[in-house]
């Protein structure tokens, strides 16, 4: 009988250890959420999301496609043959201005205020190799433009002033997943395995370059994130992690952040301290590294010198034309419901519907944007759990028979209050009516965009809708007009 009762006590212990690591183990349910959804071209590649200085949100397609979103209006802009072949990535130089890449020679700047197109393009002439260019950083108002796959190269230098290209060769070449600037130093995750991926601090004035060693596999496609001075990345592989770097400090400088088994992490976004991060197989998630514990590590730089230009050549061959988007539209949402998976407290999942594959993500306007390459989605999720609403009025004027009226002349109003043409009025959810003072000598055309033909607009929680009220000067007449309030 002892015999008995301590096998069965052992297995008692051994059935309660199993079941509580098996409770721990499942994730909690905690919450269903609602997210907004919208297509995009269904041929395409949904890729990287970016923001503007001013806070558009812009999409990029790997397919030569470029989206640029208005966050409080749902306006869009869609630019066709953009980057004309493997389009990589984009950085601002300005408010309006950015330069991008594409994955074989070419590069180039726009101009979103003008719509005006600038391109280079690298031929065997200069350099034998194709110079495989992948992500772009600006710095010093030099165009910085690193190598994502290659023994031959390493970085260019480009003067778009002169259009002067220099090359900085790196022993070995370099295989760029992303670069970033922290501390006065271009910063270059490189993702070979020799014996494990590298991160590179180039300093641009002496060319002195230092290779940190991370001790793991990247992947290609990592992304970089600056915070503050810190750097952020996720490594782009199964069960990639998200880590933190911190650029001369001492102490312990690197942090790893492990992820739920099967993530396959592509792009990260800091907002207000908390890291958002994107799966390409099906969800994206949000890490607090005030909660979640990483492991922490010291890495050393090995200092491999001072790099000098080898090369520099100037880009004769370049143009400048206009690139028209398509006509202006207006997103249209659709609501769909999504779990939350509160994983452990600090780590948050949110499983996105099948087949859905998240590429970029990023803040703006109290929601996370999503692109989803899966399904050709864009995808947004509210932030805040206030009850607003977004309303835009624009006045159109006709002026084809010597009118002189301006938008705002006709006393634009959205339930009795004043606004002003083009301005986003921030709304309590429900019903609202748009109103002006028509004036002499003009004719009320009527309501488009999201008016009914009343001037009647209605909003959801989390929607941006937008009313257009159009008039037509018809000249002169004999008759007194007296100012018409329209509601």
């Not at 250890?17 to 994730?27: D, R």
């Not at 022993?171 to 590298?198: C, F, H, K, M």
């Amino acid at each position: 009988m002892k015999s008995f009762w301590q096998s069965t006590g052992k297995a008692i212990i051994i059935l309660l250890f199993f079941l509580f690591y098996l409770f721990i183990s499942i994730p909690v349910i905690a919450e269903t959420f609602q997210i907004q959804e919208t297509s995009l071209y269904e041929l395409g590649h949904a890729g990287s999301i970016h923001l503007s200085p001013e806070g558009k949100v812009l999409v990029v397609d790997d397919d030569n496609e470029l989206w640029v979103i208005n966050p409080l209006t749902g306006g869009y802009l869609d630019y066709i043959s953009f980057g004309y072949e493997n389009l990589a990535d984009i950085t601002f130089a300005s408010e309006n201005v950015l330069w991008w890449t594409n994955n074989v020679r070419g590069f180039g700047s726009f101009d979103l205020a003008t719509n005006q197109m600038k391109d280079w393009s690298v031929d065997s002439t200069f350099f034998d190799e194709p110079l495989q260019l992948g992500p772009v950083a600006l710095f010093q108002n030099y165009i910085w433009l690193p190598t994502w796959y290659g023994a031959t190269y390493g970085i260019f230098r480009f003067n778009p002033l002169s259009s002067q290209i220099c090359l900085y060769t790196f022993p070995g070449g370099l295989y760029t997943a992303d670069i970033a600037v922290v501390n006065e130093q271009l910063w270059i995750l490189d993702w070979r395995n020799i014996p494990s991926a590298s991160l590179y601090a180039f300093n641009p004035v002496d060319g002195n370059l230092v290779k940190y060693s991370l001790g793991r596999d990247i992947g290609e496609l990592a992304f970089l994130f600056v915070n503050g001075n810190e750097l952020w990345w996720v490594e782009d592989k199964l069960d990639g992690a998200v880590v933190r770097f911190i650029p001369g400090s001492s102490d312990v400088n690197m942090t790893v952040y492990s992820l739920p088994v099967g993530t396959h992490p592509r792009n990260l976004f800091i907002d207000q301290e908390l890291v958002w991060y994107s799966d390409i197989n099906g969800s994206f998630g949000q890490l607090d590294p005030e909660q979640v514990i990483g492991s922490s590590f010291t890495i050393s730089g090995n200092n491999l010198g001072n790099l000098n230009t080898d090369s520099c050549v100037v880009l004769d061959d370049w143009e400048a034309y206009p690139l028209t988007p398509e006509p202006e539209g207006i997103i249209s949402w659709q609501n769909n419901d999504i779990e939350m998976n509160l994983i452990q407290p600090g780590l948050k999942v949110f499983n996105l519907p099948e087949n859905a594959a998240a590429q970029g993500i990023a803040v703006s306007n109290n929601y996370a944007w999503i692109s989803d390459s899966g399904r050709q989605k864009l995808l947004r999720l509210a932030l805040t759990n206030e009850s607003v609403a977004y309303i835009t009025i624009i006045k159109q004027v006709i002026n084809d028979n010597g009118g002189t009226a301006l938008p705002d002349d006709f006393n634009l109003t959205l339930e009795g209050n004043p606004v002003l043409s083009g301005e986003t009025v921030t709304v309590s959810p429900g019903s609202y009516t748009v109103g002006e003072s028509l004036l002499p000598g003009y004719r009320f055309v009527g309501f488009t965009g999201d008016c009914d033909t009343n001037g009647e607009i209605t909003v959801a929680l989390g929607e941006s809708k937008t009313c257009t009220i159009t008039n037509q000067f018809e000249g002169k007449s004999n008759y007194i007009f007296l100012p018409l309030v329209i509601k």
